[in-house]
């Protein structure tokens, strides 16, 4: 199977400081993939390395088979991106915000963006009542959602999730990676997570991409787990890291 995203040699660095150094990850159609790692060890980085949005000192980084940092702006319509805190645009609504990228690139009619904004509203289980609301109107839940409607506004292959549940109480994150996990299956997307949630890790990843040393660690979480790196093993034998598997094999042993 060919990778979706494929990263050789990767090299970050700020100054004489190098946070990645040779880096080489594969992502693989249609998987959920979660990255973590330390303070400090670029996963942000890496992200937005993978966006085109930082040009590293070295390596090679191709999304969908075309080099990301040569490629025109096409390739970047086929990606969604939710960024931590959502980074709605405060002066327009959401049914504004999610026809944005649309009206961007694209010359669809105004009426039919504004039905695909009202689709891709209610696919993320906000109201219709929400279209016409601005993000200081709304909960840390509800502009969440709506920032997912809009990174699939142009329905993407790849999402791209930086700390999605963050700042969501623990029911509210749980929601959250039920939909995201509904979507991953329902639109056959290629999801990149960067999160600290153990819950998410466990609940709705197929694989862990783990950044220590200036490279990276990938696998199954029951390899990741096994993995013999102190760091690695401290990280998923915390105790919330052990509730989150435990809590895991249960819900699996009762489907």
């Known amino acids: 199977m060919e990778p979706i995203v494929s990263i050789r040699n990767l090299v970050n660095a700020f100054g004489t400081h190098r946070v990645h150094d040779g880096l080489c990850l594969d992502i693989l159609p249609g998987e959920t993939l979660g990255i973590v790692g330390g303070s400090g060890t670029g996963k942000s980085v890496l992200m937005r390395s993978m966006l085109g949005l930082r040009t590293p000192q070295a390596g090679e980084i191709h999304v969908l088979g075309h080099d990301v940092y040569s490629s ?5 319509q086929r990606w969604g991106v939710l960024f ?39 696919m993320t289980g906000l109201s219709l009542g929400a279209l016409d609301k601005y993000p200081s109107e709304l909960s840390g839940g509800m502009i969440k959602r709506a920032a997912l409607a809009r990174a699939l506004a142009l329905e993407p292959d790849i999402l ?29 997307l290629t999801i990149v997570m960067v999160t600290h949630d153990m819950d998410s890790l466990f609940n709705i990843c197929d694989r ?22 102190p760091w690695i093993q401290s990280y998923f034998n915390d105790p919330r890291a052990v509730r989150a598997r435990q809590k895991e094999k249960n819900n699996v042993r009762a489907n």
């Open 84 to 122: 931590q805190k959502g980074a709605l645009l405060s002066a327009l609504t959401v049914r504004q915000n999610v026809e944005l990228p649309i009206a961007l690139h694209s010359d669809m009619p105004a009426a039919t963006r504004r039905e695909l904004a009202q689709l891709k509203v209610r």
């Open 208 to 229: 862990v991409a783990v950044l220590v040393d200036k490279k990276i660690v990938v696998g199954s979480l029951d390899e990741i787990v096994q993995s013999p790196h």
């Open 160 to 188: 791209f999730l930086d700390e999605p549940t963050a700042g969501l109480d623990p029911m509210g994150a749980t929601r959250f990676d039920n939909l995201v996990s509904y979507l991953q299956s329902s639109l056959n």
């Open 72 to 76: 025109g702006p096409g390739l970047q």
